[in-house]
């Protein structure tokens, strides 16, 4: 797009230029007074710097919109990635709180399986010292 604007730009520039000169030889050549020849050049003159101001003011209006267009898509870039980098870091904490509560889960039912055990085994040695007792004084 960039080289599209520097050959328009440069088409336009070598048209003002070859109409300048044109001009130049085209009020050279015609059978005119000193005094005709020099208002026209002046009035010709002044055509063109009028119009190179046009020029001027169009690309710099068109410079301007490029500038506000490329604002607004890097605004948008960059609220689109504020958004979904939120979006991560709540899918993020989400999956962090459901492994708390599964690992918390885990421990307590570990928790309670070694409780039972325990009890169970405390059961048996109970059950083992009464029947060597029971063995002992008979």
Known sequence: ?????????????GFLAG????AIVALLTAPKSGKELRADIK?????YFDEAEKYLSEA??????????GKKKS????????????????DAEKVIKDAK???????????????LEADRIKSSVKAGIDAYK?????
């Open 19 to 22: 109409g300048t000169v044109g």
């Open 1 to 13: 797009m960039s080289r599209d604007n520097n050959l328009a730009k440069g088409f336009l520039i």
């Open 134 to 138: 029971e063995a002992k004084n008979s």
């Open 101 to 115: 509560v599964k690992s918390t889960d885990t421990f307590l039912a570990g928790k309670e399986r070694i409780e």
């Open 43 to 47: 009035t010709k003159s002044e055509e």
């Open 60 to 69: 710099k209006d068109k410079a301007r919109e490029l500038i506000n267009e």
């Open 75 to 90: 605004e948008r870039i960059i609220y689109d990635a504020r958004s979904k980098s939120e979006d991560i870091l709540k």
